[in-house]
């Protein structure tokens, strides 16, 4: 079985520092990896996932195989990205829907 | 586009009663997952439909079931509740197919169990 484990469970910077959400997982297979991101009195919602290898908002997330992680990076924090951060993995094959989510990393970012 | 809707969004029920929530998804997506958050497990799959069948489901007991309608809409349905059922339940519409899919969650059905 796949899981996934988000150490932090709290994290706070101040505005303008390097942030960096740490995410490992164990899956013996090629996992499809999300980050996903709640915003106070929204929805979950997805920021970026590594098969796109994109940035959003200035974020970025690197898949290490051999580290078994997809940390999730920024190198100057805004207030606006306060919120709490999933990481989530797809298990390859027929996972279709189904994703396994780590506990979650609330950010604060101070002024 | 009209986003993922999720109704009641609040709901009260004692223990032993039946609840059945309701999730319509994004227009033209035809994968319905389901979750249940709690801030002890987090966020737990529950299980996933696409053109009416269960795809895949997750490690609940069978009190836990759901279905999916020709329109895409779904529902769950929880039996003979218990405490611990009380939970935030997430719907998400996905395109489906293969591939990693993107989830669009909707804004939950709050249960609360006395």
């Known amino acids: 079985a796949q899981r996934v484990t988000q150490p932090e469970k709290l994290l706070s910077v101040f505005k303008g520092a390097p942030v960096e959400l740490k995410c490992n997982y164990s899956?013996?297979?090629?996992?499809?990896l999300f980050w996903y991101v709640q915003y106070s009195r929204q929805r979950l919602q997805l920021l970026l996932r590594?098969?796109s290898r994109e940035s959003i908002k200035g974020f970025t997330a690197d898949l290490n195989k051999g580290e078994t992680s997809f940390h999730l990076k920024k190198p100057f924090a805004q207030e606006e990205d306060s919120a709490m951060y999933y990481c989530?993995?797809?298990?390859?094959?027929?996972?279709?829907?189904?994703?396994?989510f780590g506990q979650g990393t609330i950010l604060t970012v101070h002024p | 586009k009209a986003g993922v809707t999720q109704t009641p969004r609040y709901l009260i029920k004692t223990r032993g009663q039946q609840v059945t929530l309701s999730c319509s998804p994004i227009?033209?997506?035809?994968?319905v997952s389901w979750y249940q958050q709690t801030p002890g497990q987090g966020l737990q799959f529950l299980f996933e439909?696409?053109?009416?069948?269960?795809?895949n489901k997750g490690n609940f007991p069978g009190r836990f079931s759901g279905r999916q309608f020709s329109n895409s809409r779904s529902e769950m349905n929880v039996s003979t509740l218990e405490l611990g059922d009380s939970a935030l339940y997430l719907c998400?519409?996905?395109?489906?197919?293969?591939?990693?899919?993107?989830?669009?969650f909707g804004a939950g059905s709050r249960l609360t169990v006395l």
């Open positions: 899956y013996s297979g090629s996992p499809e």
């Open positions: 998400a519409s996905s395109l489906a197919g293969t591939g990693a899919n993107v989830l669009t």
């Open positions: 590594h098969i």
């Open positions: 989530a993995l797809q298990a390859g094959g027929t996972s279709y829907g189904k994703l396994t």
């Open positions: 439909y696409f053109s009416e069948t269960q795809r």
């Open positions: 227009s033209g997506h035809r994968s």
